[in-house]
């Protein structure tokens, strides 16, 4: 590995110094690019006045400022890829053309030096020269003889740059960006490279390596998924202009790829917000899938990428079951078991998505900003020197019948530190308008834990008291959006075994902050009391008094809305429908039942104190469940 590194540092090294040896430059590019992506005509205006807009920031672009090296690196990408020449072609008028022809001239009698890490990155030297080239028809092939020659001038100089630095390193999504960029200019300039041949070989080994049996990509990042789908697409295209059929691998690739790639949509076109992801555009990933395959279907089955999909009537339920990557900057979410839920275009619950800088990136990766449980202020994944914990675990099982959905999982994420493992279980009914759920927590002694429920920023929430049943009021939470597709809905959100509050909370599912709410379900412990020494008498009359307490307490119950179907471990006579007999049977829920018999020890304990050792230790060792059951239910 090391000697490997050195061989790459010399071949950069070589790759600065003047060219000799590669023949006479074409004048033009061998074969002609096209660029498949919509730009955006209103950032083209803003180009033409010398301004880029990126999310959140106004970047000043123009010839001699090409941004500041402390913006976030996704920004300095953006500038340095030239990916924004697609905003100006939208644009399309004389003056974006003559705009990004002198943005052009500029980089090529002023370039980065060769040491800026990120403007010579693989992944951005190989869009760089994809756009340069793909975009050659709008800025360069009106424009005088010099300049073209100083184009390709500079492309060839670049281009020798990123054959250097081949192979790509391993399991980097960069390496298909980079090959992109090697393809390109061995196209373009086929006298001065001759790289297909390694770019099939090298292409082959990083499909291997980087997607997994089911499509999803190691990094478990939608949309680093979308980013690798799109640069693989490019290179399909690039293999049929010079009449080449694409690699075998690289078709199935396409394939596995965009299915799991649909499986992660929820109905409103973007992308689900799991490990780092944000939603991008959908009208972007409609035309990457068109161009990618074409198959219709999403995958079913991911259990190797870790994920779990379950569709009923338009609602959408997606859940992250699988252990987090430790494989890049991006990915390092601790947001195992987190959920997302969607009906139509409405987003419901989400997770907080991915922010730009280093301190929210930090923070939206903590399982707090996430649509689960946090136990004790904690995150259920430990990194050690980058690296998920080895003896990490998680499980999870479907069972799906007549529409309807059970998921079963569970991961051992804080069993090492706190001795507990953490069991949810989540169901969709069949007309998609029920989601239940029940949090649990099993272990030695309990501990204080929140679950969080992310809202989207289109829903408002409220908090409302019902008469329920036996004319107690009921807190529940309503949960209200008016979307323009969808219409007005009305959710009802119950819960029990816990207390709960609304936060505030922030949702950077378009890149950039905005304010959202979360409701929480808290379990705080009990302060423990000092107990004062009694008399014997005293001893007694407080023991009978307990037992009539116990004798003479009316047993807590529980709405069997929520509660029943999680205590029907079979499952299989019932369809799911709020009708199911099968379902909603009149079952005790299992904590009290846990309770009772809890009690009945103790009791046993106190009459065998000279047998048996205190009741203190006997708890101890007792395994004991914390619970919290929740249902979301749809009313308009």
Request: with cysteine; hydrophobic share 40%; charged share 25%.
């Amino acid at each position: 590995m090391a000697l490997q590194s050195m061989l790459r540092k010399m071949r950069l090294s070589l790759a600065r110094l003047p060219a000799v040896g590669y023949g006479k430059l074409p004048l033009t590019p061998a074969y002609f690019l096209r660029d498949l992506w919509k730009g955006n005509s209103i950032y083209g205006m803003h180009l033409v006045k010398g301004e880029l807009i990126y999310k959140d920031y106004i970047i000043p672009l123009q010839p001699g400022l090409w941004g500041k090296r402390s913006l976030p690196i996704d920004g300095l990408c953006k500038i340095y890829d030239f990916s924004w020449l697609r905003d100006m072609r939208e644009l399309g008028t004389d003056n974006a053309r003559l705009a990004a022809r002198a943005l052009m001239v500029d980089w090529i009698s002023r370039p980065p030096e060769a040491q800026h890490k990120v403007a010579y990155r693989g992944d951005v030297l190989g869009r760089r020269l994809a756009n340069w080239l793909g975009h050659y028809d709008f800025f360069a092939a009106s424009a005088d003889e010099a300049f073209k020659r100083q184009f390709m001038h500079r492309v060839m100089l670049e281009g020798r740059y990123i054959v250097a630095m081949l192979p790509p390193e391993p399991q980097i999504y960069y390496a298909f960006a980079m090959l992109k960029g090697v393809m390109a200019v061995s196209l373009c300039m086929p006298e001065q490279f001759d790289s297909v041949l390694k770019v099939t070989r090298f292409l082959k080994d990083e499909l291997t390596n980087q997607i997994l049996d089911d499509g999803v990509h190691i990094e478990r990042n939608a949309e680093i998924q979308l980013m690798v789908l799109q640069d693989l697409v490019e290179i399909k295209l690039m293999y049929q202009l010079i009449h080449r059929r694409p690699p075998h691998d690289l078709v199935n690739a396409l394939d596995n790829i965009s299915r799991a790639l649909r499986a992660l949509r929820h109905g409103d076109g973007g992308l689900a917000l799991f490990n780092g992801s944000n939603e991008s555009d959908p009208e972007l990933i409609d035309r990457i899938l068109f161009h990618a395959t074409q198959k219709r279907v999403a995958m079913t089955n991911m259990t190797k990428g870790g994920y779990v999909r379950c569709y009923a009537n338009r609602a959408t339920l997606l859940v992250d079951s699988g252990t987090p990557a430790d494989i890049g900057r991006r990915s390092k979410h601790a947001g195992c078991l987190s959920l997302e839920f969607s009906v139509g275009k409405q987003r419901l619950f989400v997770n907080c998505g991915a922010g730009e800088t280093k301190a929210w990136q930090s923070i939206l990766g903590c399982t707090a900003a996430h649509s689960v449980l946090d136990l004790n202020g904690t995150d259920s994944v430990e990194f050690v020197k980058g690296k998920v914990s080895s003896d990490f675990e998680a499980v999870a099982r479907r069972h799906s019948e007549e529409g309807a959905h059970l998921l079963e999982m569970g991961h051992n994420g804080w069993l090492k530190r706190f001795g507990v493992i953490y069991q949810r279980t989540l169901y969709l009914s069949a007309n998609g308008q029920n989601l239940k759920g029940e949090e649990r927590i099993d272990g030695p002694q309990q501990f204080p834990f929140k679950v969080r429920f992310h809202l989207h920023p289109s829903i408002s929430v409220e908090e409302e008291f019902i008469e329920f049943t036996k004319g107690k009021p009921e807190k529940i939470y309503a949960l209200m959006a008016n979307n323009p597709h969808e219409g007005r809905q009305i959710w009802w959100f119950r819960f029990s075994g816990a207390q709960a509050k609304i936060e505030e909370s922030v949702y950077f599912g378009r890149g950039s902050r905005v304010v959202s709410k979360q409701i929480v379900l808290y379990v705080s412990l009990p302060e423990v009391k000092k107990e004062i020494p009694l008399t014997k008498e005293e001893d007694v009359l407080q023991s009978n008094k307990a037992d009539d307490t116990i004798l003479l307490s009316e047993q807590v119950q529980e709405s069997s809305d929520y509660v029943a179907i999680f205590h029907s471990k079979d499952n299989r006579q019932g369809s799911g429908e709020e009708s199911d007999s099968a379902i909603y049977s009149e079952t005790v829920p299992q904590a009290i039942v846990q309770q009772d018999t809890q009690i009945v020890d103790v009791k046993q304990a106190q009459e065998q104190e000279n047998i048996i050792e205190p009741k203190e230790d006997l708890v101890q060792q007792e395994n004991q469940s914390q619970v919290i059951r929740w249902a979301l239910h749809r009313k308009l």
